[in-house]
């Protein structure tokens, strides 16, 4: 159950009207999972700093369980998020960091359970 949640600078007219089901799509395509276990949220227009500019940037977070535990999982997963996020978004790649955090099955809460019994 992978969760993308996307923070930018960029204000709400400046990004693709589709762009959260585009990256929930993205996501689940660069992840292996089915689009309907991934969760996205877009925020836009947010007072941001990167690299000590104020220049429009993004931060994507991606955690999920067992597909970000290891740096050669996330390599390629940046590549090719990194592909996604320059395009839709119009930004150089030195505006935009994507944070990776594995997830266990009992940080998740599903249907009054966690995802353990699940």
Same mark, same amino acid.
């Given at each position: 159950m992978p969760f993308l949640e996307l923070?930018?600078?960029l204000p709400a007219n400046r990004l693709p009207p589709a762009l959260a089901q585009e990256l929930c799509a993205? $996501?689940?395509e660069i992840l $292996?999972?089915?689009a309907e276990r991934v969760n996205v949220t877009v925020r836009s227009g947010l007072p941001m700093v990167l690299s000590g500019s104020a220049e429009p940037c993004a931060q994507l977070l991606v955690s999920s369980i067992g597909v970000v535990g290891s740096a050669e999982q996330n390599r390629e997963h940046s590549a090719r998020l990194f592909d996604f996020l320059t395009a839709k978004l119009g930004l150089g790649p030195e505006r935009?960091?994507?944070?990776f955090f594995p997830l266990e099955p009992w940080q998740i809460g599903k249907n009054r359970t966690v995802?353990?019994?699940l």
């Open positions: 923070d930018t600078s993205a $996501g689940a $292996g999972k089915p935009i960091v994507i944070r995802m353990t019994f």
